[in-house]
């Protein structure tokens, strides 16, 4: 390349094609930030796996056996099931290999968009492969974690507005209940009075951790999340066990994508925000955690397994509801919003939940 554009010096002509040719190249290259977003999408009575980017969803299992088909590669569909499965937890566990092949489909599915543009967009359409952002929702990016687990008093300010000694150790609990994506609805059910918002980063294991050391944690990170740790404040100090308080159906949202590790070099410099309406109720930056991504994993994974696929709520700063003087509590008719700087924002209304 060094000796090409040398000899390209002397001849204006030459240069402009070269020009030419060199941002034809750089603009059919794929985008790393679309590459790094992953989602779960409904569509016609399936939740699957796919691709978010600024014009539409890529299924990443469909993409992958296309383009094997076009190479003429035999059994296409069957090994595209295999090694780019197309619900994303089967697709986590098969780690680098099924990383590596979701790559090669994406940029393939980019290399058609820029050669047939619009012609291109409406054959992958009829494949299955591209949706509209209009055409989906976006479910929970991960619908059915293997494990659920939270964090309790992990930011200094939030130890301090509750008046309670910074602990020595992670206060790991876990959620139940029902989980869900950007625009669903928080049920508060009947027997709930004081629902409350926890604006959180949420870090996805990616391989089968056990016994992990503090130094080598984040190479068992697929990527970041943001979360709402949705509570009942009743139901959680009435008694020692935070269980009941923290799962009530709906009260894990989660989301809009899953944003892989490699865009997100350093999780412990993000801001975080959560808002009711329009009003900012929490605004910080996970700098302040007391227990970092690394510390968590290391210190869970002594204990137990972390399979991929694995939610950890890593705890919320100050400002939230029943903190506050005077108390302030999620209502019906209210959207709580989380945003975590560069993972996304999670908004979700507040409605009562039905009898059924």
Known sequence: MVR?????????????????????????????????????????????????????????????????????????????????????????QGQHDSMAAAMEALAWVQSRQAKAKQHGLNELAHLGVWFDIKEVTLKAAIPKPPHLLAVALNYRSHSDEIKIDLPK???????????????????IPEAVGETDYE????????????????????????GYMTFNDVTARDLQFRVSQYTLGKSPDTFSAMGPFLVLKDEVPNPHNLRLTTRLGTEVVQDSSTSHMIFTVSDLIAEISQIMTLEPGTVIATGTPSGVGFARKPRRFLKPGEVVTVEVEGLGILANPLVKASGN
């Open 199 to 222: 604006g959180e980063l949420a870090v996805v294991i990616g391989r089968k951790a056990r016994n992990v050391s503090r130094a080598s944690a984040y190479e068992y990170v697929a």
């Open 169 to 187: 150790f992670p206060n790991v609990f876990t959620k139940e209940g029902k989980v869900i994506g950007p625009g669903e609805p928080i049920e």
């Open 4 to 92: 090409l554009i040398a000899s390209f010096r002397s001849n204006w002509r030459q240069q402009a094609v070269f020009l030419v040719l060199f941002f034809l190249l750089t603009a059919v290259a794929p985008s790393p930030l679309e590459a790094t977003r992953l989602v779960s999408y409904y569509f016609r009575g399936e939740i699957r796996l796919g691709a978010w980017t600024e014009q539409g969803i890529i299924d990443l299992n469909r993409s992958y056996r296309e383009m094997l088909k076009e190479k003429g590669v035999p059994r296409a569909e069957e090994r595209a099931n295999v090694l780019v499965p197309p619900q994303i937890l089967e697709f986590l």
